[in-house]
């Protein structure tokens, strides 16, 4: 199966659905983009990007929410928190003080700080 994202005008996700591979081939038998976004816009209507199940292009498979971002040609997340920032190369959201690696945490954003999150025992 191919997945293909539809883009509203902002180039927010508004969709994903699969396609069968068969009606992504062009002429010469091989997957083509072009080809698979005709057969979206012929059935659904829209604007339609492909997007990966499994990662291999275009940074991660996108959901709805995510935003096509076109100058780096991936998918980010929605936006976290406010004070988070968009990491340009990576495509994805880091927040201004690095997770702490020895004990689990949860951002709090009022605070602008990781907090250690407390296991409870029995």
Same mark, same amino acid.
């Given at each position: ?75 980010? %997340?929605?936006?976290?928190? @406010?004070?988070?920032?968009? &990491? /340009?190369? $990576?495509?994805? +959201? #880091?927040?201004?003080? %690095?997770?702490?690696?020895? @004990?689990?945490?949860?951002? &709090? /954003?009022? $605070?602008?700080? +990781? #907090?250690?999150?407390q296991i409870a025992?029995?």
């Amino acid at each position: 199966m191919a997945h293909f994202a539809e883009l509203s005008n902002e180039n927010l996700v508004l969709r994903v659905v699969a396609v069968n591979n068969a009606e992504c081939l062009c002429d010469q038998g091989t997957e083509d983009e072009s080809v698979g976004q005709s057969f979206c816009v012929a059935h659904f209507g829209g604007r339609w990007v492909q997007t990966s199940y499994n990662n291999n292009f275009r940074k991660r498979y996108a959901g709805v929410g995510f935003t096509y971002y076109e100058q780096r040609d991936a998918f980010i %997340p929605p936006k976290p928190y @406010a004070s988070w920032s968009l &990491d /340009e190369i $990576a495509c994805n +959201w #880091v927040p201004p003080v %690095p997770v702490p690696t020895h @004990a689990p945490h949860v951002w &709090d /954003e009022s $605070a602008a700080a +990781w #907090v250690q999150v407390q296991i409870a025992t029995h």
